[in-house]
């Protein structure tokens, strides 16, 4: 498919000599022909990130794919690699052989997974849409990654929309073809990066949606104001005010969580935690005398009174919790009196944890459950950060294989 349309080299297993040098060469001879894609056998297919807009996603080339996935004709040209061709491939499988697709993703950061994903959900509402018109199940499935992009990603030094988790999506399909819903599961969320940010990077997008969009009722019941006056979101100083692009975000966010049926009454509740989470991190505290056996105190407690009444705890025992850590050894429980430092990183250690279940209910919130056909196959698309970007790891059993790269991988190879 890929020799007639993109020229020799693009279907590196068809390469005389296959070794790194040889598929290094013939990636680099299609990137710099703006050929993003290149194929290797019929299950594998590697992107190299340009870090520009990229025709290749859009709905136009979509819908050309979707015109070609339709068509009976055996006289037709073959497309170009694209991850619309992969995604034709698995979804005619399942549907002749009624049998369950999956397409695994893998790439360093910055290497564009999350638009590949993407991608994956938008043609497939392409491929089962029967009118112009699109179904509330589409609508919504479409919607989750703008949920995802607020929970899960950040701005960091190689990508201004970099996921920081893992995620596992199952688009379920009646007898017919038709996408009648979705399931989506997320593991190995970065929590930490809520209480500790990289150098020159911002805390997750989500903090700073909901203080861009804050109305005037929410900004005075949730004592909001810009990033710079949050621990958390100051630590460096490129990110310490919201845009607006954060602003039209977070005004899209509220109206898809309000897609899933998360009314105006939940997403108070959600924007109060992450209100929480921010004043936590403000809690400052304070040695007490070395001759005291007592924990350390906390400097300013009108900030700890608005914590614990937004988590809905009282004021001792919110102290308590920070304060204080509790150890088992054994069978047996000791509690430790906290200075200044440990109770900080307890602090830190409370944020990270809440987030985290914040994200996950979130994300849970927005599953979708219809109950319509029989559910007939699905195809499955899991999305996973690899840290080893050799040209030769593609050891993964089953399934399709999208092996993405990002553009900086390349600078070391101009002169081949």
Not at 96 to 113: L, V
Not at 132 to 138: A, D, E, G, L, R
Not at 232 to 243: A, D, G, I, V
Not at 333 to 347: C, G, N, S, Y
Request: hydrophobic share 35%; proline share 3%.
């Amino acid at each position: 498919m890929g020799d007639k349309s993109q020229g020799p080299g693009t279907d590196l297993h068809k390469l005389d000599i296959v070794s790194e040098g040889e598929i290094i060469k013939a990636i680099q001879k299609a990137y710099n022909k703006r050929k993003y894609f290149c194929k290797a056998g019929s299950n594998v297919l590697l992107y190299t990130n340009p870090f520009c807009e990229d025709e290749s996603f859009s709905d136009r080339v979509s819908k050309k794919y979707v015109n070609d996935c339709r068509s009976y004709s055996n006289d037709h040209n073959p497309l170009p690699p694209n991850i619309f061709d992969m995604v034709n491939s698995a979804y005619t499988h399942m549907i002749r052989e009624k049998e369950d697709q999956s397409i695994i993703i893998s790439g360093d950061g910055g290497s564009g997974k999350t638009e590949i994903f993407k991608a994956i959900a938008k043609h497939l509402c392409h491929l089962t849409r029967e009118t112009k018109k699109k179904t509330v199940t589409q609508s919504a499935i479409l919607k989750i990654n703008k949920i995802l992009g607020s929970f899960g990603t950040a701005q960091t030094l190689n990508n201004p929309s970099s996921s920081r988790f893992g995620k596992y999506i199952e688009y379920q399909f009646d007898r017919t073809g038709k996408i009648i819903g979705a399931k989506l599961v997320h593991y190995c969320l970065e929590k930490a990066r809520v209480s500790k940010v990289p150098e020159d990077e911002r805390n997750f997008n989500i903090f700073y949606h909901m203080l861009a969009s804050a109305t005037s009722n929410e900004k005075n019941s949730l004592n909001l104001s810009g990033p710079s006056s949050y621990n958390y979101l100051s630590q460096n100083s490129l990110y310490k005010r919201t845009t607006n692009d954060d602003m039209l975000d977070g005004r899209e966010l509220r109206t898809a969580l309000k897609s899933f049926g998360i009314g105006s009454r939940q997403q108070a509740q959600v924007f109060n935690l992450l209100a929480a989470i921010l004043h936590l991190g403000n809690i400052t505290f304070v040695d007490k005398p070395k001759n005291i056996q007592e924990p350390c105190s906390i400097k300013n407690k009108e900030c700890l009174e608005m914590v614990a009444d937004m988590l809905g705890v009282t004021i001792e025992a919110l102290e308590t919790t920070l304060t204080y850590q509790a150890k088992c050894i054994n069978s047996d429980v000791f509690t430790e009196l906290l200075k200044a430092d440990d109770a900080a990183k307890q602090r830190d250690r409370l944020a990270n944890t809440l987030y985290s279940l914040l994200g996950s209910l979130s994300l849970s919130l927005t599953v979708i459950f219809l109950f319509g056909p029989p559910i007939g196959s699905s195809v499955n698309i899991l999305s996973k950060y690899l840290k080893s970007t050799s040209l030769f790891n593609f050891g993964i059993n089953g399934g399709l294989i999208f092996f993405s790269l990002a553009k900086s991988q390349f600078t070391p190879w101009k002169n081949v």
